[in-house]
């Protein structure tokens, strides 16, 4: 796969402590993974809590958390997915996410084994910034005055 490796490590690492997460003790979290054509699948399935139907198309939000604050028994900062959902963008991967309340939860993540740019738009409103040279009394040190 072309990519970035640390990203990748990280997409697998947050599905999969999600996974533990909300899994109950004697619950099943099972991974998977293959190649499919021309793209990588990834699969993380759980035997946990689930995600309500309504919450699903919230999954992957900025700071969202599925369920009601006052049922939910574990902490977070409802960023995993978001990071995860933005890292599979910038493969130009895809994620779905299958879910039943009381019956676990099951994220399926392809990505491109051969991962091709977007061609630069060309625009004529584009402009190269280049930093100002420095004058050599800018190099000396300033002193910050400090009083007690």
Do not use: C, W
């Not at 999600?18 to 099972?30: L, P």
């Not at 021309?38 to 919450?55: E, K, M, Y």
């Not at 190269?128 to 040279?133: E, H, I, V, Y």
């Amino acid at each position: 796969m072309t990519g970035d490796p640390r990203a990748f490590k990280q997409i697998v690492l947050n599905l999969v402590s999600n996974a533990i997460k909300f899994t109950e003790r004697g619950g099943k979290v099972m991974v998977s993974a293959g190649v499919e054509g021309s793209r990588l699948l990834l699969r993380v399935t759980d035997t946990g809590v689930g995600i309500a139907a309504d919450d699903l198309k919230r999954v992957g939000d900025p700071f969202f958390q599925a369920g009601k604050t006052y049922q939910r028994r574990h902490e977070g900062t409802g960023l995993g997915l978001s990071i995860v959902k933005n890292l599979i963008g910038l493969h130009a991967g895809e994620i779905t996410v299958q879910s039943k309340i009381d019956e676990g939860t099951t994220v399926a993540v392809a990505l491109p084994l051969v991962f091709t740019a977007p061609a630069p738009k060309s625009s004529s409103n584009i402009a190269t910034l280049t930093p100002a040279s420095r004058s050599a009394t800018q190099d000396q040190a300033h002193q910050v005055k400090k009083s007690a």
